[in-house]
């Protein structure tokens, strides 16, 4: 009978509806030897006494089946080691068996980032033990907060710490328990050495040493809910290998750089046992740096309450160390490590922690190895990078080569500065302060148009790797270099914030926009047609990010302010008006944002006639709107319209072409014109990689579009590839509750279980589900 179940412990069959694992007898017996119900169960061994050659010194720690003692060996030499010895009553037939066979694994490993196994033996009564080597020393978290270690000798220890785990690996162990209680620092020759502890152990007995494992040999719940991969959380019988240990070790480098675990150990333990599986195996975790910014609000807030009730002591106790000088210099660190672990770190930690296994690194040495170029400044494999992460990290590579790029950026803010100066000191003359004050635009408007250039709608596929160089290092120079020149600053953080944008850099696009919007509320005030503009810009970016309702708000805001400062018959408003036509039909709005963009596209015609590219915008914006309501003819002809218009205006090969023909082959394949889509997402998918890069926003959607498209005619296998590459890309490019991401994975699991389903896997064609985002320009 292939089919059945026998149980764990004493191999009798199990009835059809009992879980894997022990049967009830030996479950029931398991439960009298935890609580103490057989007098087997009595711990003889006290301090003092002796175990072979080994005399008991003091207890170290305990868990459910062992004990772990401090012990003098006395012959055949003398050393202090750590002698764990199973509790009466745990010394099962099968436990005895792991034992050995666990020994003969430990035996094998010869590493010093281990402690190692000495040997093995039975006490007099005839209960197993091990004898280990003893390391005295902090868990590794604690070593590095005690002596303040900077975030590159945490990551020096980490290192170490993920060669030994490879080394556990390659003789065949998996720890399943990985976390700082686990791994311990030691001093040798003066220097610190993380030593990984009780290797394998916790897989021999099914029970580590401390308190805060869960076990229920039931459902074989085995590890420390903080640490614990989500196979490990899962029922039945567990499918770990040493891809969990990678997991575990994203955590504890989760909690090197943050001084958190991803989910806070309190919550998961009061939250229940279901529940705390469902939390490790199916919710995201922040990123490190997130973690740090969501600390760093919560600290400020703390901060500023404890200046309040401070206020009234006398000055005679300044000197005296309180909870608020504490708080204080913990916002100092973590305002300092937020940059510092954005970007590489991030990436380097959330790719340990998929909860897919197979996005993983593949071996613990693959992780130490990608920390290494990290540290060298060199590209990390964690995530897929675009050229600005390449460029960034060759200028940290090659800083004199690059000097020249850099003098270049030092020479225009110099000159925006100089300028700028000049203008203020000559406001005495009207004369001299009008040339003076035009000098100054001119230098703006050089390096801003320049900046520009960088976008794909003006580069066009060109080869922008220098100017690329200027705009990262502008815009680490910017934020310091001009702080005396605000309304200059915002000017040019506004620019480096539409150009990521365009790249598709939306969490640095956002940094910039939003420090620009409050430099020009401090310079302007909280109503000017600059103020306006930056508030349209964040709309734009926090609707490209999936947030239309927030972007609403800002539109609308950026239009009512435009109309009063400006009158209703500006291209502003115009550019307001079809922006809030977007953010609504993004909400399920239809009608409305169709109405909304009729008149944005009657304002833009008495602006500019019939054939203008912002014409062009409107029309491709109401087309949209009508595509996303049903009216698909309609849409069809405004399409064409705009395509026809646009390689009049811009040529055959631009990023506002393609997009429009992005929206055409939807249109076609909600006419059920399947093969025509799919020939027009092609062409799309082509022009955007040639003008963007394989990896942006806009790539993604094409990727997903055509798959889409092969999907209703039927070919499957062709469009799963397409479907795979655009939910990576997106889960690199988008925020992680952006619902482009989740359209993708939820069209991916369809295709799955329709594969399975259909003969052949083969799927009816015609759609069956709204389409996805589709982006407008």
């Not at 997009?659 to 955007?688: H, I, S």
Request: include cysteine; charged fraction near 25%.
């Amino acid at each position: 009978m292939p089919n059945r179940r026998i149980c764990s412990e004493c191999g009798a069959l199990l009835p059809e509806d009992l879980p894997r694992g022990p049967c009830p007898v030996c479950a029931l017996q398991g439960a009298l030897a935890l609580s103490g119900g057989d007098s087997a169960g009595v711990v003889t061994e006290q301090p003092g006494s002796e175990i072979g050659p080994y005399r008991l010194v003091k207890k170290l720690g305990e868990g459910g089946y062992g004990i772990v003692y401090l012990a003098e060996q006395t012959e055949p030499l003398r050393r202090r080691v750590a002698l764990k010895v199973i509790k009466p009553g745990m010394d099962t037939r099968q436990v005895i068996a792991r034992f050995e066979a666990e020994r003969q694994a430990l035996a094998r490993m010869d590493h010093p980032g281990i402690a190692k196994v000495f040997e093995a033996g039975a006490t007099a009564a005839g209960r197993p033990y091990f004898v280990m080597e003893l390391v005295e020393g902090p868990r590794i978290t604690g070593y590095c907060v005690e002596h303040g270690l900077p975030t590159r000798a945490r990551l020096d220890l980490f290192v170490q710490v993920c060669r030994a785990v490879q080394h556990a690996h390659q003789k065949g162990i998996i720890h399943r328990d990985l976390k700082p209680s686990n791994i311990l620092v030691a001093l040798q020759d003066g220097k610190p050495a993380p030593k990984v502890i009780d290797f394998g152990i916790a897989k021999a007995t099914q029970e580590p040493l401390t308190d805060e494992t869960l076990w229920t040999s039931y459902q074989q719940f085995l590890g420390t809910p903080a640490y614990m991969s989500p196979e490990q959380a899962g029922l039945g019988e567990m499918d770990v290998d040493t891809r969990s240990d990678i997991y575990a070790l994203g955590v504890l480098l989760y909690e090197l750089l943050t001084g958190h675990t991803p989910f806070e150990k309190k919550d998961l333990l009061q939250a229940g046992l279901e529940e705390m599986r469902r939390v490790i195996r199916e919710t995201e975790p922040p990123k490190p740096s997130t973690k740090l910014s969501q600390e760093l609000a919560s600290a400020s807030h703390k901060s500023h309450t404890s200046h309040t009730s401070h206020s009234a002591l006398p000055s005679s106790h300044s000197a005296l160390p309180t909870p608020h000088s504490a708080l204080e210099r913990r916002l100092s660190q973590v305002k300092e490590l937020i940059p510092r672990v954005r970007g590489d770190l991030d990436w380097i930690v959330m790719k340990c922690l998929e909860k897919d296994r197979g996005r993983r690194y593949e071996s613990a040495s693959g992780l130490a190895r990608d920390v290494e170029r990290h540290l060298d400044d060199e590209p990390v494999t964690a995530a897929a990078p675009g050229t600005l992460y390449l460029v960034g990290k060759f200028v940290r590579r090659h800083r004199v080569g690059l000097a020249m790029a850099a003098a270049l950026v030092l020479l225009l803010a110099a000159g925006i500065v100089a300028s700028t100066w000049e203008a203020v000191r000559a406001t005495r003359a009207e004369a001299a302060s009008r040339t003076e004050a035009a000098k100054s635009r001119q230098v703006v408007k050089f390096l801003t148009d320049m900046l520009d250039g960088v976008g794909p709608s003006k580069a066009l596929g060109r080869d922008t790797t220098m100017l690329r160089e200027i705009l990262d290092n502008t815009a680490r120079r910017v934020g310091r270099e001009l702080n005396h020149q605000p309304e200059v600053q915002a000017e040019l953080l506004n620019t480096l914030g539409n150009v990521y944008m365009e790249l598709g850099e939306y969490a640095r696009a956002d940094a910039m926009i939003r420090q620009a919007l409050a430099l020009r509320k401090s310079v302007f005030g909280k109503k000017h047609p600059r103020v306006a503009d930056s508030l349209h810009d964040l709309g734009a970016l926090l609707r490209n990010q999936g947030r239309p309702v927030e972007a609403e708000a800002l539109f609308r805001q950026a239009l009512a302010m435009r109309r009063e400062l400006l009158g209703n018959e500006r291209p502003e408003v115009a550019s307001s008006l079809d922006a809030l036509g977007v953010a609504l039909w993004g909400q399920g709005k239809f009608p409305e944002a169709e109405e909304i963009h009729r008149q944005a596209l009657a304002l833009r015609k008495r602006l500019f006639g019939d054939e203008h590219v912002a014409v062009a915008v409107s029309l491709h914006n109401l087309a949209s709107a009508l595509l996303m309501e049903g009216k698909y003819p309609e849409a069809e002809a405004i399409f064409r319209q705009v395509i026809a218009m646009r390689k009049t205006l811009l040529g055959n090969e631009h990023p506002l072409l393609a997009t429009t023909l992005g929206n055409l082959g939807t249109v076609l394949w909600w006419e059920n014109k399947f093969p025509e889509a799919e020939t027009v997402y092609r062409d799309t998918l082509a022009m955007q990689r040639k003008l963007m890069g394989d990896v942006h926003p806009d790539v993604a959607t094409s990727l997903h579009n055509l798959a889409r498209s092969l999907q209703s005619e039927g070919r499957i296998s062709e469009a799963e590839p397409f479907y795979r590459q655009a939910l990576e890309m997106r889960k690199k490019l988008l925020p992680p509750d952006h619902p482009d991401t989740a359209s993708t994975a939820a069209a991916l699991a369809a295709l799955a279980i329709l594969r399975d389903m259909l003969p052949g896997g083969q799927q009816p064609s015609g759609p069956e589900h709204p389409a996805t985002a589709v982006p407008l320009k």
